[in-house]
C-alpha cells in the first residue's frame, strides 16, 4: 500500500495547518463545478429511457406474466438521480414477487407467516430473461456475465446490466411477526453459483430522496461533482477501479446533513466535504441503504484505499 495510516494522517494534519478554506487553490473553478451538478441531457435522457422500454416490452413480449408475478424497475446511479455523462449506464432490476426469500425474525419460520417452501431453480428464470432479451436485442448485443446481463449501446440506447432477481422479506430487521410487514430487498445468485447476493436497492432509493431533500438537494450535486473528478483521475491514471462511483455516493452519504449549509458556494462545499470525509471515515460507516456497514469484507473497497484515494483527491485539487 503505498501510504501508511500515518502517512494519511500526517497529510491530513499537514493540508489543514498549511491551507485555509479562503486560500485553497482549486484545479476547477466554481463555474465548471455547477455545470457538473446538472443531470445529464434531453439526448442522453432520451437514450437512458429508450432502453428501459425496450427491456420491458422484451419482458412483456416473452409470456413470462404468465408464470411469474415480476416488477421491473432501474437501480443504481440511474435511478438515484447521480449518474454523471461517463457513468450513464443503466442497473435494471427484474424482481419476481411470487416467488420469494424471507429472513425471519429469530426462532420464527415458514410456518409463523403462512408461507410454503418451494423448490424452484433461480436459473431456470435467468435463462428465460436471457432468451427474452437476446430475441429482442439481439445475439451479438447481449452477454452474460457473473452478477448481471449486459446488453450492449448502440446510437439508440445506452449500455445495460440486467439482474433477474427475486424479492426478499427482511422481517428480522424490522422484528415484524406480520407476513405483510417487511423490508424489501432482492437476492440473486451469480452465475458461477458461488456467491448468492442480497441488496435494498429501494432503501437506498427513498434515503437518497430523503438526504437530498434535507440538504436542499446539495447532497446529490456534491456526489455529482465528485464523481466528474473521481473519472478524470481515473483517466489520468490517478486512482484505481477499486474506488466505484457506488462508494462516493456512500461516502457522501455518511457526511452530517449540516455541513451541506457550511458555505455558499460549490467550491467551499467541495473542499470541507473532504477534509470532513478523509479525517472522520470509518469502519462504522455505512451504505445508503442503511443496511449495511461500507467497508464490508466482501467489498472490492477498504478503508485504507478509500483514505488513500481521498488524500489524492486533495492533492489533484490543489493545483499550483
Avoid at 442522453?44 to 419482458?59: F, L
Avoid at 429469530?106 to 423448490?119: C, I
Avoid at 432503501?203 to 437518497?208: D, L, P, R, T, Y
Avoid at 457526511?255 to 462504522?284: C, D, H, K, R
Wanted: net charge neutral.
Amino acid at each position: 500500500m503505498r501510504y501508511s495510516e500515518e502517512v494519511l494522517q500526517s497529510t491530513f494534519y499537514e493540508l489543514t495547518k498549511k491551507l485555509k478554506w479562503s486560500c485553497f487553490i482549486m484545479r476547477y473553478s466554481e463555474e465548471a463545478l455547477q455545470s457538473w451538478i446538472k443531470p445529464l441531457s434531453a439526448t442522453e435522457e432520451t437514450r437512458v429511457e429508450n432502453t428501459i422500454g425496450m427491456i420491458k416490452d422484451a419482458i412483456e413480449r416473452s409470456g413470462l406474466s404468465s408464470k411469474y408475478e415480476y416488477e421491473i424497475f432501474a437501480q443504481g446511479s440511474y435511478a438515484n438521480n447521480t449518474n454523471v455523462k461517463k457513468n450513464s449506464d443503466i442497473d435494471i432490476c427484474i424482481m419476481v414477487k411470487s416467488l420469494f426469500y424471507c429472513e425471519y425474525v429469530d426462532g420464527l419460520s415458514d410456518l409463523d407467516y403462512n408461507y410454503s417452501s418451494s423448490s424452484t431453480n433461480a436459473n431456470v428464470f435467468k435463462n428465460e430473461v436471457i432468451k427474452a432479451l437476446i430475441s429482442k436485442f439481439g445475439a451479438e448485443s447481449v452477454s452474460i456475465g457473473n452478477k448481471c446481463i449486459n446488453i450492449n449501446s448502440n446510437s439508440y440506447h445506452v449500455n445495460a446490466d440486467v439482474v433477474p432477481c427475486f424479492q426478499y422479506r427482511n422481517y428480522r430487521y424490522i422484528g415484524s411477526r406480520s407476513s405483510e410487514k417487511f423490508v424489501e430487498g432482492i437476492k440473486f445468485f451469480t452465475s458461477n453459483g458461488n456467491y448468492e447476493v442480497i441488496n435494498y436497492p429501494k432503501v437506498h432509493i427513498q434515503n437518497g430522496i430523503s438526504k437530498n431533500k434535507s440538504t436542499h438537494y446539495k447532497y446529490k450535486y456534491l456526489v455529482r461533482i465528485m464523481k466528474h473528478i473521481k473519472n478524470e483521475m481515473q483517466e489520468l491514471g490517478l486512482t484505481n477501479e477499486r474506488i466505484s462511483s457506488y462508494l462516493i455516493e456512500c461516502l457522501v452519504w455518511n457526511i452530517p446533513e449540516q455541513m451541506f449549509f457550511n458555505s455558499n458556494s460549490y467550491t467551499g462545499l467541495l473542499q470541507q466535504a473532504l477534509y470532513y470525509i478523509v479525517s472522520q471515515v470509518n469502519l462504522n460507516w455505512v451504505e445508503v441503504s442503511g443496511m449495511y456497514y461500507l467497508f464490508r469484507s466482501e467489498q472490492k473497497w477498504n478503508l485504507q484505499d478509500t483514505k488513500t484515494f481521498l488524500v489524492r483527491m486533495i492533492e489533484f485539487l490543489d493545483y499550483k
